[in-house]
């Protein structure tokens, strides 16, 4: 029989171990978050207990303590007497209601702070004193009330009509039922605290979802289209450009569930085209992280685009703009063992570009030359392994784990991704694909791509012709 239609009746036939796994992969199970810093705020509008002024709302109302006659009678209400703008909350007796002696009473209110990073309350206030004095504490709780700490003790003895900021950090008390209260107490006293533009502002946590994403688990790459496969499921694919192979026996985090396969590249470089990001905005940020088991070879670029790009030269590493030039750190102990990158590209400015080895932040200098920050912008097209502009940087060592932000990470955020691990895919044991020219009756014939148990081509001409 002709070696020809051997190969195409039995192309691609692979053994596998046991049941054969099939990943699906489900794309990002979890929506992107908002990264931007949110409020919770009140600042009087009218007379209600109800009102909420800032980008998220509080988790209920103003709830008195002490009395319970509502926001336009006692001690504690909403009025528009020396406020900011409209009303504000106020806490004493009001002039020409006879002067009177409370202890504890005013009002508290819930916030949902559940997740948040960081939190800030603040609020402005002011004091009119008619008859005697008045001390107002301010509390916070992140247990919804049961237990409380004082922030700060007001004694109003004298007026004073400027409007007085206040700030606290409440970071350690971010809760789902964080609440804020203020309590009065006074004897004999025609007097008022007002306080105005309250507002808690807070970093929610957010979980960055990669634009793109590349974990080099193919079985093989020869230069085709698409064969490197996004995994982010926004179908970036790319393809190799120079000397990259899928390989996975020594990978960065070890184990069914690690980092598998890699990248393998010997003067290697990929390509991903049509990358939807911002590519002329000063200040607009992208980050690349990855994980290089890097060879030592000097002059050679992990990242690049057209001309902006990460690379390891002269014993530094870090960000060259293609004028001779490199902004970084020393790259001493990099070479021959596998390290986490985070790089982060500012278009119009490398002294605003972050690295980030291990999860740890460099602090990054000139050591070569000046950037041209013309340029220092991002494009559409990356080369994993080396520069849009030449070939003669492609890299050498192993890549894995590639993902592309189109915005700057937060190094808890750099952390997060470089513990994450994902079940390696189902491997076989021997994989024959017949891709060879010619078979004769030699051993090894057919070439197994796996453990090497390469084949022998048997040829029994009398059975075939006769089945015909
Ligand atoms: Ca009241
Ligand atoms: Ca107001
Ligand atoms: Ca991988």
């Known amino acids: 029989m002709s070696s020809h239609l051997f190969h195409s009746l039995f192309k691609k036939i692979t053994t596998y171990v046991g049941i054969l796994v099939i990943l699906f992969w489900t794309g990002s199970v979890s929506s992107q978050t908002s990264c931007s810093v949110q409020s919770v705020a009140d600042d009087f509008t009218t007379n209600s207990y109800s009102q909420n002024s800032g980008s998220v709302n509080w988790s209920g109302n103003w709830t008195e303590i002490g009395e319970s006659d509502g926001v336009n009678s006692g001690v504690a209400r909403v009025n528009n007497s020396l406020c900011s703008d409209g009303s504000c909350l106020r806490l004493g007796i009001t002039s020409g209601s006879g002067a009177g002696t409370y202890n504890n009473v005013g009002v508290y209110r819930q916030v949902d702070l559940h997740g948040a990073s960081s939190a800030t309350l603040s609020f402005v206030y002011r004091s009119g004193v008619n008859i005697g004095d008045q001390t ?24 004073d009509t400027s409007a007085n900021s206040q700030s606290f950090d409440i970071s350690s008390y971010v809760a789902d039922n964080t609440q804020i209260r203020f309590l009065a107490s006074a004897n004999n006293a025609e007097i008022g605290m007002y306080i105005d533009d309250i ?26 289209a698409n064969e490197v496969l996004d995994y982010s499921g926004n179908n970036y694919h790319g393809r190799v450009t120079n000397g990259s ?61 057209s001309y902006h790009d990460l690379f390891l030269v002269r014993g530094g590493i870090g960000f060259n703009t293609g004028n001779a030039d490199l902004y970084g750190v020393s790259s001493a102990g990099l070479a021959n063992g596998w390290h986490h990158i985070a790089v982060e590209f500012t278009n119009g400015s490398v002294s605003q570009n972050r690295i980030h080895i291990d999860g740890v932040e460099q ?101 075939y012709w006769q089945s015909v």
């Open 136 to 159: 107002v504490v301010l509390s916070i709780s992140n247990d919804g009330g049961a237990s409380w700490t004082s922030l700060r003790s007001y004694y109003i003895g004298s007026t």
């Open 199 to 224: 507002s808690i502002s807070y970093q929610p946590t957010c979980s960055a979802t990669p634009i793109a994403e590349y974990r080099f688990e193919e079985t093989n790459w020869d230069g085709t």
């Open 245 to 305: 192979t899928p390989k996975s026996s020594f990978p960065a985090l070890t184990g069914p569930l690690g980092t598998c396969g890699y990248a393998s590249q010997t003067s290697g470089s990929i390509e991903i085209q049509g990358l939807p990001l911002d590519t002329t905005t000063d200040g607009v940020k992208t980050t690349i992280t990855f994980w290089m088991n890097w060879d030592g070879t000097s002059s050679i670029m992990p990242i690049g685009w």
């Open 363 to 463: 602090v990054l200098s000139q050591r070569t030359g000046s950037p041209n920050n013309d340029n220092t912008y991002v494009n559409s097209t990356l080369r994993i392994g080396g520069w849009i502009n030449s070939r003669s940087y492609d890299f050498y060592g192993l890549i894995d784990e590639v993902r592309i932000y189109d915005r700057e990470l937060s190094t808890a955020q750099i952390e997060t991704i470089m513990s994450e691990r994902h079940p390696c895919p189902a491997k076989p044991i021997a994989e024959y694909r017949f891709d060879e020219l010619l078979y004769n009756d030699l051993d090894n014939t057919v070439q197994e791509h796996v453990g090497g148990l390469n084949g022998q081509a048997g040829f029994r001409r009398c059975c």
